[in-house]
């Protein structure tokens, strides 16, 4: 079992920027690739970013690439999304979350855990 806790989401205007945090606990975080996914209202879940379990690898939404960077400390159990120069349609809740399977990481019906969301506002 591995529970996923996020945080760093707030209210920011265009072109500022937010730091997410996702706080594991439960057992070998290290083993497991994490992702990032948001839903805003009336729209389906959606992929934002992943990362394998050594950093070794990072997938990245093309609207955000460039603008988000994904990365992981192990030795902390956290994983992190820096989330630079925001726009108003990045406005969603952020959720975080983790699977053994590394293929298919886009999909959220891959991953196995999940927090509870956190949610980022971007005014225009």
């Known amino acids: 079992q591995v529970q996923l806790v996020e945080s760093g989401g707030g209210l920011v205007q265009a072109g500022d920027s937010l730091r997410l945090s996702c706080a594991a606990s439960?057992?070998?975080?290290?083993?497991?690739?994490m992702g990032w996914f948001r839903q805003a209202p009336g729209k389906e879940r959606e992929f934002v970013a992943a990362?394998?379990?050594?950093?070794?690898?990072?997938y990245y939404k093309a609207s955000v690439k460039g603008r988000f960077t994904i990365s992981r400390d192990n030795a902390k159990n956290t994983v992190y999304l820096q989330m630079n120069s925001l726009k108003p349609e990045d406005t969603a809740v952020y959720y975080c979350?983790?699977?053994?399977?590394?293929?298919?990481?886009?999909?959220?019906?891959?991953?196995?855990?999940w927090g509870r969301g956190t949610q980022v506002t971007v005014s225009s």
């Open positions: 439960g057992r070998a975080f290290g083993s497991y690739a």
């Open positions: 990362i394998i379990w050594n950093g070794g690898s990072t």
């Open positions: 979350a983790a699977t053994i399977n590394v293929d298919y990481l886009r999909e959220h019906l891959s991953y196995d855990y």
